[in-house]
């Protein structure tokens, strides 16, 4: 029993290392990560993560631990929303995991910006779920677990300033379980499609 | 008429005809997607037309890939060989049916009919390598059976070196050479000749006679060196050369692949310059890119017999060709939108074919205008329809009447030609696409009715095609 104990512990205590040997970022890597930000992401993901179209998400100020679960989720192919399988999966397939903690370190150390303001009525109302949820529906408030401004709580993500049509496409796709978070999933069964557009418009205007 | 008319004149209509025989060749490669591992729907709107993403991956020298490589670097850790485990090959098959408006005379001394409709079975079968090929280095080379010609002849071919470098501003910088058989073969978007619409169409059909030299004119018989750079993934500009390297065209002494002599037709004398910039602004969903693109070349006319050859010598016709080009896109999960327009103006000055009484003029010019509107709805169900028009000086030498049964000549020597294509399209997989196209004549060589002097309206030449285009 006290052997099992022992090796038990020094795994954890090899492993524990080898997380935090992964963390750390040399200046070759952090430069190799860039040159693959600018170079190759930017075609989808604009200049320093602020895509252009909603149908790439932007990635400027992302929680790296987050962006580092996800890049490892679509190199196991475990994400499987459409566009994970067109796009990502073959993208994250040859990165490495210190590229991946480089590249998750470059975004999230990028300045986030607002996106375009929408309705005002439609913001309030997306406010109002977002900080205290829709209880009527069961819905609980996000903010409990992306932060009261949604920059993000890791392991979860930043929000704000994210375009609102991919985070109502990512919400659909934890509705039918093409992304299949048992949390989300839930939260989003619940949301109605009107409540669904208010918070995703509001989350877009927010900023830093 | 003099012999050496008869030559400069026989050459300029093959000059003609080559470009009125060529099926437009234009495609996706599925190797691509084995290599990066992304969906034609990551580099395609629907295939052939790139996205955004699609035309960085060709500016980058077709060498991004998640494949396993076989290695090898040196001692300062230089990579000296990076090569896919798999050889990047795809294979395209198009098969076709196509109706005449009306069906063709059979000889000069017959009026009996040819049949309306021909199949292609294949109309065109192509071989690619398309793919990474070293460190920086890629290439997308296209074998090609075609039915017209029955043989297997080389296709579009473009081979590159690039690179990029992320600027201190968090700007990026692609820079690379292309060699290339095609010019425009190289260009990122679907606005200029060799990619441009329509992608697909029958090379059972009559085609008009003229046609600016930059339009598919000398494709597949040039070889091309252009170096390009792209700032930012928005401001593109390329310069390079193209010489004559003619296929299938022997030294009459030696009977080997050259030198090229009087035997040959439309030969580049010196290099011929080629120059294109473009502008591509992205915001939320659109994408629009707005040029210029442009060439000048200098042919011998040549086209003699090795009784009687041409010399390529003494005065040539000039070509200057300047055009302009727009492509905007709208890319959403459930519509795509897409708007090209291009209009190439081709100013000739023909000193060679005057002295030799080929033409009317010394100088000529030519004007061809296409715009194209294209939808689809979740890449699956779409459309397009095009209008095209080419106009230009009346030159009786060079868009020549004939004796029956005419078709392809022009009874008052106008190029004038106008028309649309309209085609629905349904993609039961991302890698096949059903056609059903239909091209429509307004004027044809320079009229409407009678255009060929032996009774044949221009509408007659519109047709129906249905293509199964298929791409593994």
Redesign the interface.
């Known amino acids: 029993m006290t052997n099992r104990l022992l090796i038990n512990l020094c795994t954890a205590i090899l492993f524990a290392l080898r997380l935090a040997h992964a963390d750390e970022i040399d200046a070759a890597s952090r430069a190799a990560a860039?040159?693959i930000?600018?170079?190759?992401c930017?075609?989808?993901h604009g200049?320093?993560g602020h895509s252009?179209?909603?149908?790439f998400p932007v990635l400027a100020g992302q929680d790296a631990k987050y962006m580092v679960s996800q890049l490892q989720a679509f190199k196991a192919q475990t994400r499987g929303d459409a566009d994970a399988?067109?796009?990502m999966?073959?993208?994250a397939?040859?990165l490495s995991d210190q590229t991946i903690v480089g590249l998750a370190d470059y975004y999230s150390r990028q300045t986030p910006i607002a996106g375009p303001r929408g309705d005002s009525s439609l913001i309030a109302r997306g406010q109002d779920i977002y900080q205290h949820g829709a209880l009527a529906d069961g819905v609980p408030p996000c903010a409990a677990c992306h932060g009261a401004n949604a920059v993000g709580m890791a392991p979860n993500p930043r929000l704000a300033g994210q375009h609102a049509q991919y985070l109502m496409?990512q919400l659909r796709s934890f509705q039918n379980n093409m992304r299949n978070i048992a949390v989300m999933h839930g939260v989003a069964l619940k949301l109605q499609d009107g409540d669904m557009e208010a918070v995703a418009t509001y989350l877009q205007s927010l900023g830093q | 008429m003099h012999p050496a008319q008869w030559i400069q004149k026989a050459s300029i209509f093959q000059l003609l005809l080559s470009f009125a025989l060529a099926a437009p060749v234009a495609q996706a490669v599925p190797s691509f997607a084995r290599q990066?591992?992304?969906?034609c729907?990551?580099c395609h709107t629907v295939f052939p037309e790139l996205t955004?993403?699609g035309r960085?991956?060709k500016a980058?020298g077709y060498t991004?890939?998640?494949l396993k490589q076989v290695r090898d670097i040196d001692a300062t850790k230089q990579e000296m060989l990076s090569l896919a485990t798999l050889p990047p090959l795809a294979v395209m098959v198009q098969i076709s049916d196509t109706w005449l408006n009306a069906p063709l005379p059979d000889s000069t001394d017959s009026h009996e009919h040819s049949q309306a409709g021909t199949v292609g079975f294949p109309q065109q079968l192509s071989i690619f390598y398309a793919g990474k090929v070293a460190p920086h280095v890629g290439a997308m080379i296209q074998l090609t059976y075609a039915n017209d010609s029955g043989t297997i002849g080389i296709d579009n071919t473009d081979l590159r070196y690039a690179n990029?470098?992320?600027l201190e501003n968090?700007?990026?910088l692609?820079y690379g050479i292309s060699l290339n058989n095609n010019p425009t073969v190289q260009d990122l978007w679907n606005s200029t000749p060799a990619w441009g619409f329509p992608y697909g169409s029958s090379n059972a059909v009559v085609s008009p006679l003229a046609a600016t030299q930059i339009d598919g004119s000398l494709a597949q018989n040039v070889a091309g060196i252009t170096g390009y750079v792209m700032w930012?993934?928005a401001l593109y500009g390329e310069l390079g050369v193209y010489r004559s390297a003619q296929q299938a065209q022997l030294n009459p002494i030696t009977g080997a692949a050259g030198p090229l002599d009087g035997t040959a037709s439309n030969v580049i004398t010196g290099v011929a310059p080629y120059g294109r910039v473009a502008y591509e602004r992205?915001?939320?969903?659109h994408d629009l890119e707005l040029g210029v693109y442009g060439a000048t070349f200098k042919l011998f006319p040549g086209g003699g017999t090795s009784g009687a050859p041409a010399a390529l010598s003494g005065p040539v016709n000039e070509f200057k060709d300047l055009a302009e080009d727009l492509q905007y896109q709208y890319?959403?999960?459930q519509h795509l939108f897409s708007l090209a327009a291009t209009r190439i103006h081709e100013s000739m000055r023909l000193d060679a074919s005057f002295a030799a009484g080929a033409t009317a003029n010394r100088s000529d010019d030519l004007t061809t205008t296409r715009v194209i509107g294209t939808y689809y709805f979740r890449h699956k169900f779409g459309g397009s329809i095009s209008r095209f028009s080419t106009t230009g000086s009346t030159d009786a030498g060079l868009y020549p009447a004939g004796p029956n049964p005419g078709v392809i000549t022009s009874a008052n020597g106008n190029p004038a030609t106008k028309g649309w294509i309209a085609e629905l399209n349904y993609l039961p997989w991302l890698n096949t696409k059903i056609t059903l196209q239909y091209t429509a004549y307004t004027e044809f060589n320079g009229g409407s009715s009678n255009y060929d002097g032996s009774g044949r309206n221009a509408s007659a030449n519109g047709s129906t095609y249905l293509l199964v285009w298929v791409t593994f």
């Open positions: 860039q040159r930000a600018v170079g190759t930017a075609s989808c200049p320093q252009f179209s909603p149908k399988l067109g796009y999966w073959g993208m397939a040859p496409k | 990066t591992g992304m969906a729907e990551a955004h993403f960085m991956f980058n991004l890939d998640n990029n470098v992320a968090e700007q990026s692609i930012n993934e992205q915001w939320q969903r890319i959403a999960d």
